[in-house]
């Protein structure tokens, strides 16, 4: 009943004192401010990012080949030697087959669910007459579009005989339809395209059209006619096109449910190095799963919001001094109030909780304004990024916490003062 009643004490001189004890909660809420805001900006980018990487696959692991690493050797002398292959150029030998590809499938049956397979042509202009479409144009096997699974508007995906044959057949987005036909799916189909890509012209025929959909990891441009839409061709209709006969520099493998992508990275790289380029001088497989690359990204992340959110915090040490030096006044005004109620019999601990209390409940009315105010800048910044705003409930727990301490820690001297106070000498202050 005294901690309510010492709230509603604390509440009441608040009022009283309205611009006094604004000014003194200024420092808590710009604190408390900067943290939540930092803390939820970090929480909303990250969760942003993680949710666009994982739809892209968390659980696939790209396998590609690298460059062997090079060894050092330190001479006596101090100095240091690299040895390690010059030639980065790829030789036919070099290169990934389908016969390690169907021996990979047989070795571990129950972990490979399927091959997203590409073929990179590189960026080029898409020509209509006089109108124009930039496209990133790429050769796929039907696991990768299934994997990528886009939204068809119009006409059909590349079917198994388009792969088969390798026939210059292409999957085009709305915006590219949007930029040559007009926006008429209809009329693109069946259509043929010209795309510069180099030097030269390449011919393709439209079979379907697909809905863009921003991956939210993109570059913005001055408009969307500029910025380039995938083009997919059959995978052999690229590989013809680049003369690629040798196999594959880089491949996705779909790993089967509840199979762990970072464990069986090692696994991969492990026998396939062992297998295939254990004598090869120059290049080695490397595996990569998107879980490892979400998990990195997402402690970096955290630790750098953590950091920030740290050096912000020291604000609230100054907020936390102007809440000890106004509750020193406040002892000060209140010598007799003091004294009168030591006279009645109020015990020291109750002088000390009263004044503690006050501080306490200073300090939270200015967390609160900081947590509403640190929220509403997080949620201004991350709209203006183009992220969803997801508010940091651990960042307003530790906030909330961490007034309540502050209350406490600065206000316990003033309070202990005011305690010792001897009555008659409080009652005889003027």
Known sequence: MLIMENILLALSGLKVNRMRSLLTMLGIIIGIASVIAIMTLGDSISSSVTDSMTAMGANNITVGLQQKSTTTQTTGSGMTFSFGPRMNQMKEEDYVTEEMLTDLKERFPEMIAGYSLSESLGTGTAQKGALRAYVNAQGVNEEYLENEDPTLTAGRMLSGRDQQEGRKVALVSDRFVNSLFDGDAGKALGQTVDVLMGNRY?????????????????????????????????????????????????????????????????????????????????????????????????????????????????????????????????????????????????????????????????????????????????????????????????????????????????????????????????????
Do not use: W
Request: aromatic content about 10%.
């Open 202 to 430: 390449y011919t393709y025929t439209i079979v379907g059209v697909y809905e863009y959909e921003s991956s939210g990891m993109e570059f913005s441009t001055d408009s969307e006619e500029d910025t380039p839409t995938a083009l997919y061709l059959p995978l052999k209709a690229a590989q013809n096109q680049n003369h690629n006969t040798s196999g594959y520099r880089q491949f996705t493998i779909l790993t089967a449910k509840e199979v762990s992508a970072t464990d069986f990275c090692t696994m991969l790289e492990d026998y396939m190095n062992s297998r295939y380029y254990q004598d090869n001088e120059s290049f080695e497989i490397g595996a990569m799963s998107m879980e490892s690359v979400i998990e990195s990204m997402t402690e970096m992340l955290s630790t750098v919001a953590l950091a920030i959110a740290a050096i912000a915090g020291i604000s609230l040490l100054v907020g936390g001094i102007g809440v000890m030096n106004i509750m020193l006044v406040s002892v000060t005004e209140r010598t007799r109030e003091i004294g009168t109620r030591k006279a009645l019999g109020a015990t020291n601990g109750s002088i000390r909780l009263q004044f503690i209390m006050e501080a306490v409940v200073l300090c939270l009315v200015g967390g609160a304004l900081g947590i509403g105010l640190g929220i509403g800048i997080a949620a201004a910044a991350t709209n203006l990024m183009g992220y969803a705003v997801r508010p940091s409930i651990p960042g307003i727990l530790i906030s909330v916490s961490f007034s309540v301490l502050i209350g406490i820690f600065f206000g316990y001297y003033p309070a202990n003062k005011a305690a010792k106070l001897k009555p008659i000498e409080a009652l005889r202050y003027e």
